[in-house]
């Protein structure tokens, strides 16, 4: 199957409103034109200086997300490309975010990541960090970020009611946080949740943006 191909059967398969991020993370820029070529603008990589590196070779009209775990010195690397960053997981980065944001004369958007998977190695904010975040000072003193929704990943497990769960949870989280810090802000409308392997579960619980990655540009290896 081509790239075009695989594009083409997982769209037929999402709902109009849910956003594909085609995640090309380790994947040559040839792979990445060919998914453009099929019409393919919004693309997610984890890696800043690989970001940074891509967006300043590719097509200008690309959205770039940065969907993996960010680090605060390599922020700068990303900033005046990046339209989304899915990965925000703590105040301090966020105003890292907010300053580089700041020197590029621009605003750039964000997701809070949220904690909702039973594997340690997973990043992200609890409930209760995520409303202190949203209620502290520093955060309302931020003005080149814009908080878009939250991201989460599920456990990664065959189980498919703990990963339902889990994105049950997201949604859950998502609702209280729009009611309580964003009921007037139509901007904060995004949850992103779902990879190749429970992307279908996801929009099914609510999912706004899904990541995919292998099951587009085929398996990654490392
Ligand atoms: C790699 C990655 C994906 C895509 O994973 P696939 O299983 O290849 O679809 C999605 N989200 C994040 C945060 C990732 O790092």
């Not at 878009?148 to 599920?154: D, N």
Request: one cysteine or more.
């Amino acid at each position: 199957m081509s790239i075009a191909n695989n594009l083409a059967s997982i769209k037929a398969t999402i709902p109009q409103g849910v956003c594909l991020v085609a995640v090309s993370k380790t994947k040559p820029q040839a792979a990445i034109i060919e998914a453009y070529e099929a019409g393919q603008r919004v693309f997610g990589e984890n890696k800043a200086q690989e970001l940074q590196e891509k967006a300043e070779a590719l097509p200008k009209d690309i959205e770039w997300h940065m969907i993996g775990h960010l680090q605060r010195n390599k922020v700068k690397y990303i900033a005046p490309h990046v339209s989304l960053i899915h990965s925000v997981d703590s105040l301090r980065l966020l105003e890292e975010i907010d300053k580089r944001a700041r020197q590029n004369k621009r605003t750039i958007p964000v997701l809070l990541q949220c904690y909702i998977a039973k594997e340690e190695s997973k990043y992200g904010l609890d409930e209760i960090e995520l409303d202190e975040l949203l209620n502290s000072t520093s955060y309302r003193n931020l003005k080149n970020i814009e908080v878009h929704g939250l991201m989460g990943m599920a456990t990664n497990t065959d189980n498919q009611l703990t990963v339902r769960k889990e994105f049950e949870h997201l949604k859950t989280i998502f609702e209280n946080t729009k009611r309580n810090h964003f009921a007037q802000i139509e901007s904060f409308n995004t949850i992103s949740m779902g990879m190749s392997g429970d992307y279908q579960l996801a929009i099914e619980t609510g999912s706004t943006m899904v990541r995919i990655g292998s099951s587009i540009f085929g398996a990654r290896n490392y």
